[in-house]
């Protein structure tokens, strides 16, 4: 049998009231309706409580406007204890950064819980549901969020409350929370060189110093491996999934290359390239619409080599020796720059370069990427300078900046466009923590990430999930840091 609503929330009991005759009568309390008892143990008013709750927000209203400021909240629960509590912020290593000065030893329950609060604030932003009218309403003026001001409608509907996720990216403070590491099944006993997104399935590669490539399933929880191959004569510097998600090619300096063929999970070495005398494949790229593999070769030469055959099937020269390439979103044009600064865009159908130019400042450019719209290109340099180009690029001579990052010293390694270029994420693995991630439709670095508590150590390289639902990368340590990028749905 069910249990009545009036008994579930303890309103079933008589009341006794005593007279004043000192008569006492025993008088059964009125039986109220199941309405009444959810209302009641829901929102813990009597009868009418809706216009009560609006009452109340409408008489504060009124008084905040005469008397030209927010009353500030006072806490719904106080513990008495926390004025007895003594907190020693010396007992463990994390609690150090709570204290005021070197010599802070010991702090009351309730200066800990402030400092506590201060810190969660200054890494993740204060919460939503904390901040006062004043606050939520300078925020949606902002933003361009939903109404703050329009009580009636909040209270009498769900909708803002389902609607919760933003239109837009939001600057300053980015929605990112670190997960376990993507290898922490299997962590590598060298450095990470490479780690890649499968660009249909939950699944990841990491490959570095330790011949080995390991395949993982990404849900952010378990992260299984899936498989793990041991490379005898490789060293791997560069590894990466081919666009049709097939096999994953995989070079280092050696003068030939492997291929893992995904389906039947076998490796295939191919050979040197014929007509060359290469010593190293170390740095290796696909175009995006998988028909060439491109490899930078010794003395300025770019080779390419047909996806499908292995067979090498053109070469493009720069005067320079070719440190980085990239490529547009559709796979027609590649981008290349290298050791005197300069920028060359090569058309990839005639094979013939359609303009150059320098980049500004820069004299030995370290890093390269193309945003997937086709809108943006992204140019990094040794002395930690990162330069942000408009389409002006692809036929100006010399074109002038957007944007200049200089938020790192050191030798940039790494950029990245994430799928729908709003986010750009540049690294140097010259230094621990050396990594940023920049908003792009307001060009301004987000200033919560990475925090003191996201130890990334030297990164050495990073990528994106194929919809920005992960950020990943790789370090020194062996180790694969996972971060969900929670703005984005999906993978």
């Known amino acids: 049998s069910q249990t009545p609503l009036s008994t579930m ?95 802070e030893k010991k702090i009351k329950g309730r200066q800990y819980a402030s400092r506590l609060r201060g810190q969660f604030e200054k890494v993740h932003g204060k919460p939503t549901w904390a901040e006062t009218s004043l606050e939520r309403k300078q925020a949606v003026e902002e933003d361009g969020d939903v109404d703050v001001d329009d009580t009636d409608g909040l209270l009498q509907s769900s909708k803002p409350m389902l609607a919760g996720r933003k239109t837009h990216l939001v600057r300053g403070v980015l929605d990112i929370t670190r997960v376990k590491d993507a290898n922490s099944q299997q962590r ?72 893992f063929d995904l389906q039947s999970a076998t490796v295939k070495m191919i050979p040197q390239l014929q007509g060359r005398k290469e010593k190293s494949l170390e740095h290796m790229w696909m175009t995006p619409d998988n028909k060439m593999i491109v490899f930078s070769g010794k003395d300025g030469n770019i080779l390419l080599v047909s996806r499908k055959t ?70 990094g340099s040794n002395s930690g300078v990162v330069n942000v180009y408009d389409d002006s690029f692809l036929s100006s001579t010399s074109p002038t900046p957007i944007k200049t990052f200089m938020n790192l010293t050191t030798t940039i390694d790494n950029i990245k466009f994430n799928h729908d270029s709003s986010l750009l994420c540049f690294s140097s693995r010259m230094k621990k923590n050396a990594l940023r991630i920049a908003h792009m439709p307001s060009l301004t670095v987000f200033k919560n990430f990475p925090s003191q508590r996201n130890q990334l150590q030297f990164t050495h390289t990073l990528s994106f999930s194929p919809n920005s639902g992960y950020l990943a990368m790789g370090n020194d340590k062996g180790s694969v840091p996972l971060f969900r990028l929670n703005y984005f749905d999906g993978f």
């Not at 004569?233 to 097939?246: C, K, Q």
């Not at 050791?339 to 450019?365: A, I, P």
Request: aromatic fraction near 8%; charged fraction near 30%; charge should be neutral.
């Open 188 to 259: 590598a006993d060298a450095v990470i060189q490479s780690v890649d997104f499968h660009p249909s399935s939950a699944a990841m590669l990491t490959a570095g110093l330790d011949k080995t490539l390991r395949i993982f399933q990404i849900d952010g929880k378990k992260n299984t491996l899936l498989q793990s191959t041991f490379i005898r004569n490789l060293p791997i510097y560069s590894a990466a999934f081919s666009p049709d998600g097939s096999e994953i090619i995989m070079s280092g300096r050696r003068a030939y290359f492997y291929t």
């Open 310 to 379: 292995k067979h090498l099937i053109g070469t493009l020269k720069m005067n320079q020796s070719c440190r980085q390439v990239c490529f547009s979103g559709d796979g027609e044009k590649m981008f290349s720059t290298g050791d005197e600064g300069r920028v060359y865009v090569w058309d990839l159908r005639t094979r013939q370069c359609v303009n150059k130019f320098d980049d500004e400042g820069s004299v030995c450019g370290t890093a390269i990427h193309a945003s997937p719209d086709g809108q943006r290109l992204a140019v």
């Open 9 to 103: 929330f303890g309103r079933g009991k008589p009341e006794f009231v005593v007279d004043r005759g000192n008569e006492v009568k025993a008088k059964k309390a009125k039986t109220t309706t199941e309405a009444e008892d959810l209302e009641y143990a829901v929102l813990g008013f009597g009868n009418k409580a809706l216009n009560d709750v609006m009452g109340v927000s409408d008489t504060k209203k009124a008084q905040s406007k005469t008397q030209g400021v927010l009353e500030e909240k006072t806490a719904a629960w106080v513990d008495e204890d926390d004025e007895v509590v003594k907190v020693d912020l010396n007992a463990q290593a994390r609690l150090k950064k709570l204290r005021k000065h070197d010599n």
